[in-house]
């Protein structure tokens, strides 16, 4: 089996995790995306690092995210290989 460059699974939040965090900013869900919580709210583009698993939701620490940036990452399917979640399936739970 191949190895896949993998460091999300390591600083993977459980999807459960990730639907109740908001963003301290503006109050929007969030999701992730690497080992970042991105913000939902295209006015607000945060994105908050996750460190060991922790997401560091102080406004401290977010990065403002281009338009671009932010874009091109909430499009983007969560690649984690386990679960296999993504945001437009939510049928078998
Ligand atoms: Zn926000």
Do not use: F
């Not at 994105?47 to 995210?65: H, N």
């Amino acid at each position: 089996m191949p190895a896949i460059t993998s460091t999300s699974s390591k600083n993977s939040l459980a999807d459960d995790t990730v639907k109740l965090l908001r963003c301290p900013r503006c109050q929007v869900s969030l999701v992730q995306r690497d080992e970042s919580l991105v913000c939902l709210n295209a006015n607000c583009r945060a994105a908050y690092p996750i460190s060991g698993q922790i997401p560091q939701l102080v406004t401290d620490k977010a990065d403002q995210l281009t338009d671009a940036t932010w874009l091109a990452l909430i499009n983007r399917p969560h690649a984690v290989s386990s679960g296999g979640a993504n945001l437009a399936s939510g049928a078998n739970r």
